[in-house]
């Protein structure tokens, strides 16, 4: 029951690697890392250092951030290569010997150091119908908790679009207007799912959304800091219904032999 | 660096200005637009990241689905009591009478509460809440508020300004005529004309060094508000929340959700007394939170605190399978940044500077500043709904209701306006060149220790428990401080420079700070947010009726007095018996 707080590693100094560095005219990230050595206090996170840099050595390091509890999905960036939180990447749980490499998200443009331009998420959400219940009387509607779980699982999103920066088809194929990524599937999926919405974006999620891009390599859902089982529970399911819908099972049938 | 003598900016125009995009100032957004109003929605940081998204247990809303009594008489009266009378009755009321159909037109926007097992909205008990009453999303209801809104939002015709900081409001005569600010990215200057402005900024929790706030509570607001005329009432209560987490020192200040102790969470000391029955026992654990948190600082004072200086809070009888779905964001926090699973035992925990119940004074129908026209206030950089005492859940309904209500009458006030107030270009220059300035200081010291000074020094001096000689104390000290604070230097360039942010938002947080520190030291009394051990009761007689209002003189120096507050009318009076005001009150005194 009571706090367990490494010693061992936590009154120790490590070495950061942070990317420094501003845009060039196509938001290709420019710059250099920098090497800073910042004294760990227990139970340190990532940000805690970022913040530590800032206030002690290099006041302008940019660096985005809200909450510092894992609740807005400000923090996003790379962290000895992995999309992650800063502010939920536990210090005392790497490896004391090696620098800690923090670099900002690879497929979004940079705006400065750790800091990237993550606007094309917010012009891709405008394009999706909203929630559209058949009435508006909502002291009729009846809808239980199971029906809400499946709906509320991907409600949990927090928007840190690290499964987009993760995803490869945006990362290194640069899909950007082909394919909406794994953080707008599910938004898609949750709006499918609600048992009171009437909508059908069954055309759109196939042919705006480019859900064919998606070859379920599961990637996003491995990285996503909600555990949201993006790939399994909501882009399957939802190439599912699109299949249901566009492709008749002749079609099918030859498509998977090879003929189609 | 700019040159400092020639400065750029780009005009916007629209009817109506909305200054933040937490749950205030998006439904203030969607509601101006609704009305027809053309509407700016600018915030200092991203859309659907404010600090409403980290909203835990619920909103209150009477809406009776478990507990067919309930109805927003019981809820007013819970509201002002919580609120050690103090509240402003007529925000109470509205309040608890709008909250349902504002929740409900959640719904109808696509938010998705938890269920009753009829398949209704279901509610969970808070503490000084009489009922069942808050609507809930687990233990994220914050985020699903705040998503609703954005998604509803963004298909409502608004233009949204996003991590665009502004800094200056402007008036010509005592009427809003526009707002001057930076982008945060370029750190280019923007001027938006407007006719009229809702000032939905937030709190002030950063100037203190134990908060469950996010880094944009500097007082922006209520600084850019008094800066033009506005008044700020109530700034000495602020609600210390009794559960925040007390380790690894990381951690300390992120908040624990009430709903622990909503949803039966135990609260006990080092002998392992369930001590609450000292302090309230009809109520116990969900007790009121002003009660809950002075009961854990004189447990932890008196010696029978937790190893790492707070209390235990136990909810692993409950089960590890309802844990994690009534809790998941608790379970997931503690086992990852405390290292505790608390499906297994308990959690410690301890108080954290959680809410700021005073902020602009506004008139309690409209949410109009009554001393600047065209001046909208919503959300938690307003006050008077709350009193001395926010109950818990009331944060996020307030924002529904008094958001629509500011956006409502702002796009009326809007359309009253033939034309656009001139602007006085001097004016912007020279707010344009009080931002570049610090570029060109020469000092050694940045506005990162000045912060860091700041935050102990209120924690310590104007926290939970306050005394005249620290109180004077603290005022003196934050003197120097804004004196340091005027000198601290900036490097770099002007984009994305958070050192150059601090350094102007450090200014507001001084503001802020030296308004609560002045209101408190007048206020020998103590109820709800404010506590001071030199008068350590409820002086009803004197103090039950007065509220503080504090303003800017024309000199600059910020002042505070005292003024009767509005008179509840007789047949909201009636509604409370002798017995009923009495509890009210008879556990002040204790600490
Ligand atoms: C951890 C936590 C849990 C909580 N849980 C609950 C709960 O369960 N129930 C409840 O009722 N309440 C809860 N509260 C309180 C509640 O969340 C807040 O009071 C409420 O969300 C405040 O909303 P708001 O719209 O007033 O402002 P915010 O959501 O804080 O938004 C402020 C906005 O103003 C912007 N802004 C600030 N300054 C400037 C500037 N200078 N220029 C431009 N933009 C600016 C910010 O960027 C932001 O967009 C909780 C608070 C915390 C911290
Ligand atoms: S599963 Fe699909 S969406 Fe997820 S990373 Fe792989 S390709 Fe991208
Ligand atoms: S789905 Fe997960 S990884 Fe993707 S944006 Fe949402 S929270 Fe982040
Ligand atoms: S700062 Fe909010 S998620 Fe990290």
């Known amino acids: ?260 | 660096m700019m040159s400092s003598t020639e400065h750029n900016y780009e005009t916007k125009s629209y009817d109506v200005i909305v200054i933040g995009a937490g749950g205030a100032g998006l439904r203030a957004a969607i509601e101006a637009s609704a009305q027809g109003a053309s509407v700016a929605l600018v915030t200092k940081s991203l859309l659907g990241k404010a600090h409403t998204v980290m909203a835990e247990g619920g909103m209150a809303a009477a809406l009776g689905n478990l507990d067919a009594a309930d109805g927003w008489v019981p809820h007013f009266k819970d509201s002002i009591r919580g609120g050690k009378y103090m509240n402003n009755w007529r925000m109470a009321q509205i309040h608890a009478e709008e909250a349902p159909e504002r929740v409900k037109e959640l719904e109808l926007w696509g938010a998705v509460f938890d269920r009753t097992p009829d398949g209704r909205i279901l509610q969970r008990a808070f503490g000084g809440h009489t009922y069942r009453r808050l609507a809930h999303v687990g233990d994220r209801t914050g985020l699903e508020l705040i998503r609703t809104l954005q998604d509803k939002g963004i298909h409502s015709g608004i233009d949204v300004f996003m991590e665009c900081t502004v800094t200056n409001l402007l008036e010509e005569n005592g009427q809003v005529s526009g707002a001057f600010g930076y982008w945060r990215e370029s750190g280019r200057f923007i001027l938006f004309k407007g006719k009229s402005i809702v000032m939905a900024s937030g709190g002030i929790g950063k100037a203190f060094e134990v908060t469950s706030n996010s880094w944009e509570y500097t007082g922006d607001g209520q600084a850019m508000a008094m800066a033009i005329g506005a008044e700020l009432i109530d700034m000495e209560f602020l609600q210390f929340h009794p559960t925040g987490m007390v380790c690894p020192a990381s951690v300390k200040g992120i908040l624990v959700t009430e709903a622990v102790r909503g949803e039966g969470g135990k609260l006990t000391n080092a002998l392992g007394e369930r001590f609450m029955k000292n302090y309230d026992p009809e109520r116990m654990e969900l007790s009121t939170r002003d009660i809950v948190a002075k009961a854990i600082y004189a447990e932890v004072r008196d010696g029978r605190g937790s190893p790492n200086g707070g209390v235990f809070l136990d909810i692993s009888h409950r089960g590890a399978d309802y844990i994690k779905r009534k809790l998941p964001s608790m379970y997931h926090q503690f086992l990852e940044l405390g290292d505790v699973d608390i499906t297994k035992g308990p959690m410690e925990v301890g108080p954290t500077m959680h809410y700021t119940m005073g902020g602009i004074r506004v008139n309690p129908e409209t949410q109009e500043s009554p001393t600047v026209k065209g001046l909208f206030a919503a959300g938690e950089c307003s006050g008077g709904m709350h009193g001395a005492n926010r109950l818990g859940g009331n944060s996020l309904s307030d924002l529904i209701v008094f958001g629509r209500r500011a956006g409502l009458y702002a796009a009326e006030f809007a359309k009253q306006q033939t034309e656009m107030l001139p602007i006085d270009n001097e004016k912007v220059k020279g707010y344009a060149q009080a931002l570049v300035e610090p570029f060109e200081r020469k000092g050694t010291e940045t506005p990162y220790p000045i912060h860091a000074e700041l935050q102990h020094l209120m924690h310590t001096k104007v926290g939970i428990v306050r005394e005249e000689k620290f109180l004077k104390e603290a005022i003196a000290e934050l003197a120097v401080l804004r004196e340091r604070a005027k000198k601290a230097r900036v490097d770099g360039s002007r984009a994305y420079n958070p050192g150059w942010h601090l350094a102007h938002d450090l200014i507001n947080m001084i503001d802020a700070s030296e308004i609560v520190a002045k209101a408190a030291l007048q206020r020998e009394d103590s109820r709800g947010g404010h506590t001071r051990l030199d008068f350590n009761f409820s002086d009803d007689k004197v103090w039950r009726h007065r509220t503080s209002v504090a303003s800017r003189a024309t000199d600059g120096t910020l002042t505070v007095s005292y003024f009767d507050k509005p008179q509840m009318p007789k047949e909201l009076v009636a509604l409370f018996d002798k017995a009923e005001e009495k509890t009210a009150f008879e556990t002040e005194g204790k600490f």
């Open chain 1, 1 to 260: 029951m009571m706090m367990i707080v490494s010693d061992a590693h936590t009154n120790r100094v490590a070495n950061f690697h942070v990317f420094r560095g501003n845009p060039d005219e196509n938001g290709e990230h420019i710059g250099e890392v920098v090497n800073y050595e910042v004294p760990l206090k227990p139970g340190w996170v990532v940000l805690d250092a970022i913040h530590w840099i800032q206030a002690n050595k290099q006041p302008d390091l940019a660096v985005r951030w809200n909450c510092k509890a894992a609740k807005c999905g400000s923090c996003s960036a790379e962290i000895n290569g992995l999309p992650s939180l800063m502010c939920k990447t536990r210090l005392d749980h790497m490896p004391a010997d090696k620098p800690i490499i923090v670099k900002p998200m690879k497929t979004f443009p940079l705006i400065k150091d750790l800091v990237t331009d993550v606007s094309w998420n917010y012009e891709v959400n405008k394009k999706i119908q909203p929630f559209t219940p058949a009435n508006s009387n909502v002291d009729t509607w009846r809808y239980f908790q199971q029906d809400a779980d499946r709906v509320q699982e991907f409600r949990k999103c927090i928007e840190c679009f690290i499964c987009q920066d993760t995803c490869h088809v945006l990362r290194h194929h640069s899909k950007f207007d082909k394919f909406f990524g794994p953080r707008f599937m599910i938004r898609l999926a949750q709006l499918e799912f609600h048992p009171l919405d009437v909508a059908d974006r069954l055309k759109f999620i196939k042919e705006e959304a480019g859900i064919g891009f998606c070859n379920i390599t599961k990637c996003c859902t491995d990285r996503c800091p909600e555990q949201i089982r993006i790939t399994d529970n909501g882009i399957i399911p939802l190439k599912e219904r699109v299949v249901d819908r566009f492709y008749d099972p002749i079609t099918m049938l030859l498509n998977k032999i090879g003929l189609g």
